[in-house]
């Protein structure tokens, strides 16, 4: 195998026998395999000149998003999509001139044309997966399922380092649209996110723990549940479910258990009752919680039950999980807390007016945006110290799991207005676009560089490439990305990079900190 596609990577360089994440080569050649047929499929798409079919848009999007960093484990069920896709090409006609599709990373022996092949496929993975989320809940844009042809074909022609450049940048504006899309899908099923408190501690019935990112899994067992004598708890990026409408009509929606995926481990076991992992941000499974696990969607690990796609008018059955709860003793309590959230950008834009007095009064000096993931590493506790050394009259605006490494810190407010803004999941990055260019609206500016506001994002997997794509495509400038860079970048691609964009890398938090308050 060979495989480095998220932060973790071994040595920052790339994982050969095992994944960092804990995937076996097994599995990384399978994905490989089903990359290879997803551009197989593109090209023999693109020669016949048509447009591809929602149902195939829906199929490509399903599979980038199986191959997503710690989405799915098992080589069966990737066997299964390998299966399905070859089904799929063969429903294409063959394409003349069509090239020999090397399989894997290192099929592309030239360093600059590689990095860049792989910088516009896992953007694309992290578009099939945002755009994954918004097909399920009945929103789709045809404009990503055609971009998805167009650069699953491109990694497979002889382009130059520029033309695939200018992709890339395309497959930001193609980020944009996949998370509006979710956005919208989000908002018209279940209401626009409410600033909301949620709770950390436990009740003393059995509980379901439910984790990941589908918010129509978390609906269906909501449902399901009502009346059950069993609670539900989120985890993970599920926690901002407690901020839509139409899940707080649920009483037994207790509150949000544990932090961010990497600490599952230790939280699944104490949580005692079962688990539910809606999508990505599985790790391996101990031992001591496997009999209590359930994935569903594109989520999967070898020898945990999976729950079946729900049928055409019917929910996913959730019954096993139910009658498993109902045997299991509460949950063990972690922290009793409270958890402020729910400033999506219709939120943030309704205290526009005291956003923007704040800040002519100087009563507000600047915003860090310091959204993105959370991970393992020890150098990730420098978001944490920035979060905790920056001027109180700064605004902190976060979206994606990077926020556990500060959302529960008593850092205060500025005119009743708090200083940690949490949009929400991964994917509500979009919000912070949105209020962005919203406030150079305000202030008539002519690019969002010019408002008191900077970009220090963590990074992991390949929906966080999406999003910072789709910063770079909006023009966002000065971005500063850590705790290292990907190594997916060659030195030619992150020195391109770096002058057309003056993307930073992470360094000492102080230091950071006085650089971004003086606009650098």
């Not at 992992?277 to 391996?284: E, S």
């Not at 490439?465 to 971005?479: E, H």
Request: aromatic letters at 8%; one cysteine or more; proline letters at 5%.
């Amino acid at each position: 195998m060979f495989c480095f596609q998220c932060q973790e990577t071994c040595k920052n360089q790339g994982c050969t026998m095992r994944g960092m994440c804990g995937k076996s080569s097994e599995a990384a050649n399978r994905m490989d395999q089903l990359i290879e047929l997803l551009k197989e499929i593109a090209w023999r798409v693109e020669a016949s000149g048509q447009k591809p079919s929602p149902r195939l848009g829906r199929f490509l999007t399903r599979s980038l998003f199986i191959t997503i960093t710690n989405a799915n484990f098992d080589p069966a069920r990737l066997q299964q999509q390998i299966d399905e896709a070859a089904a799929e090409r063969d429903k294409l006609p063959a394409a003349a001139n069509m090239p020999e599709i090397p399989v894997g990373v290192l099929g592309t022996s030239e360093e600059d044309i590689r990095s860049w092949r792989e910088l516009l496929t896992y953007g694309m993975k992290g578009i099939g997966a945002y755009a994954d989320h918004a097909a399920i809940l009945g929103v789709e844009d045809q404009a990503v399922y055609d971009f998805l042809i167009k650069g699953l074909a491109a990694t497979v022609k002889p382009l130059s380092v520029d033309a695939l450049a200018k992709l890339v940048i395309e497959c930001g504006h193609v980020a944009v649209l996949a998370m509006a899309a979710l956005d919208r899908a989000n908002t018209s099923n279940y209401g626009r996110p409410e600033i909301t408190t949620v709770k950390t501690g436990v009740g003393k019935r059995p509980g379901i723990l439910i984790s990941g990112h589908d918010l129509k899994d978390m609906a269906e067992l909501l449902e399901q549940t009502l009346n059950s004598g069993v609670d539900i708890y989120t985890h993970g990026e599920m926690l901002p479910a407690h901020y839509y409408p139409a899940f707080k009509k649920y009483p037994h929606l207790v509150g949000n258990y544990g932090g961010s995926w990497f600490h599952q481990n230790t939280e699944f076991e104490s949580f005692n009752g079962p688990i539910l992992m809606t999508t990505n941000c599985i790790i391996p499974v101990r031992d001591s919680y496997q009999e209590r696990i359930f994935t569903t969607g594109m989520a999967g690990y070898p020898g945990v039950r999976h729950i079946p796609d729900r049928q055409p008018g019917r929910q996913k059955d959730f019954s096993a999980l139910i009658a498993l709860a109902k045997r299991c003793q509460p949950p063990t309590e972690l922290d009793d807390l409270e958890i402020v959230g729910g400033f999506a950008h219709d939120q943030v834009l309704a205290l526009a007016d005291r956003i923007i007095a704040a800040i002519q009064s100087g009563a507000i000096k600047r915003f860090i945006v310091m959204g993105g993931c959370d991970g393992r590493h020890k150098t990730r506790e420098y978001f944490t110290e920035v979060a905790e050394n920056l001027p109180k009259d700064t605004i902190i605006l976060t979206a994606g799991c990077a926020k556990y490494r500060y959302n529960k810190l008593k850092l205060g407010e500025i005119d009743g207005i708090p200083r940690v803004l949490d949009a929400g999941q991964c994917n509500d990055s979009y919000s912070l676009a949105v209020i962005a260019m919203k406030l150079q609206e305000a202030f008539q500016l002519e690019n969002l560089n010019q408002l008191p506001i900077s970009f220090d994002l963590a990074w992991y997997e390949q929906k966080a490439v999406a999003v910072l794509l789709a910063l770079l495509a909006l023009g966002v400038k000065g971005i500063r990305l850590g705790p290292t860079l990907p190594a997916f970048l060659s030195p030619n691609a992150a020195k391109v990079l770096i002058e057309h964009f003056d993307l930073k890398l992470t360094g000492e938090a102080r230091q950071d900190i006085a650089a971004m308050m003086s606009g650098q």
